[in-house]
C-alpha cells in the first residue's frame, strides 16, 4: 500500500513557542492531504483540507492563524502550530487519498504533540 | 446533519465471532470504510464498502446496506491482538469522511 510519513513522531515543547509537523507521501502525489486532531479516547477531528497550491479550508472551530497549513508540493504538507499552549497537546494525524477506485486515505503514524 | 453511530465499547472471548455495528446519515454516499486503532497509533485501513453485499478479508468481513444506512464489521476467531478500537467512516459526496466515535473492543482470554 502507498506510504505517508510523518516528522516528528513526538514533540515535547514550552508555553508560547511553535511547532512544524511534516506529513509527506511517499511513493505517490498528494493534491489534497488532512490534517485530524485526536484527543485521548476520542475519535478522529478533522481540523483541515490543505491543498497544493491553494489556501488550506478549516473545520468550523479551527484558529486558521493558530494552526498554519502549507502545502508546498504534491508530496508534502506542513501543520504548524502556532504559540502552544497546554490544551494544544493531542496527537496529530495527517493523510493523503491516492484518487484510485475507491479514495482510500493512508494515514501517517502521528505526531504526539505535549505542550508544556 | 451528518451522522455515525457505532458502540462505545464491546467486550467478547479470545477465539469468538464479534460483530460490530456502524449506522450512517450523510450528505450523499461514496462507500464506507473500517479502520482498525491501535492505542498511541494512527488508524489502520480494513476494508472498504461501496455496495450492497458482504466482503471477506481473511479474519475480518464487512457488510454494508445502503437502504437502511448500515454496516457491520464481524471479526471471527478472535486473538489477543484485535483489541483495539474500530473506527467507522463514511464518505459523503464530497468525499470527505465522516468518522465515527469508534467502538473499543476488549478481548478476554
Known amino acids: 500500500g502507498a506510504v505517508v510519513s510523518q516528522h516528528p513522531s513526538w514533540v515535547i515543547c514550552k508555553s508560547g513557542t511553535s511547532v512544524k509537523i511534516e506529513c509527506r507521501s511517499l511513493?505517490?502525489?498528494?493534491?489534497?492531504m488532512f490534517w485530524y486532531r485526536q484527543f485521548p479516547k476520542q475519535s478522529l477531528m478533522l481540523m483541515a483540507t490543505s491543498n497544493e497550491g491553494s489556501k488550506a479550508t478549516y473545520e468550523q472551530g479551527v484558529e486558521k492563524d493558530k494552526f498554519l497549513i502549507n502545502h508546498a508540493s504534491l508530496t508534502l504538507s506542513t501543520l504548524t502550530v502556532t504559540s502552544a499552549h497546554p490544551e494544544d497537546s493531542s496527537f496529530y494525524i495527517c493523510?493523503?487519498?491516492?484518487?484510485?477506485?475507491?479514495?482510500?486515505?493512508?494515514f501517517g503514524p502521528g505526531t504526539r504533540l505535549t505542550v508544556l | 446533519g451528518q451522522n455515525i453511530d457505532q458502540p462505545t465499547e464491546m467486550t467478547a472471548t479470545e477465539g469468538a465471532i464479534v460483530q460490530i455495528n456502524c449506522t450512517y446519515q450523510t450528505s450523499g454516499f461514496n462507500g464506507l470504510f473500517w479502520y482498525q486503532q491501535h492505542a498511541g497509533e494512527a488508524p489502520t485501513f480494513l476494508s472498504y464498502n461501496v455496495l450492497d453485499g458482504l466482503e471477506e478479508k481473511g479474519r475480518f468481513s464487512s457488510f454494508l446496506s445502503r437502504s437502511k444506512g448500515y454496516s457491520y464489521l464481524l471479526l471471527k476467531e478472535l486473538q489477543m491482538k484485535d483489541s483495539a478500537s474500530y473506527l467507522c467512516?463514511?464518505?459523503?459526496?464530497?468525499?470527505?469522511?465522516?468518522w465515527g466515535a469508534g467502538t473499543k473492543l476488549i478481548i478476554k482470554p
Open positions: 493523510s493523503a487519498p491516492r484518487l484510485a477506485d475507491y479514495n482510500e486515505q493512508f
Open positions: 467512516a463514511a464518505l459523503d459526496s464530497n468525499y470527505q469522511l465522516i
Open positions: 511513493d505517490f502525489q498528494a493534491t489534497t
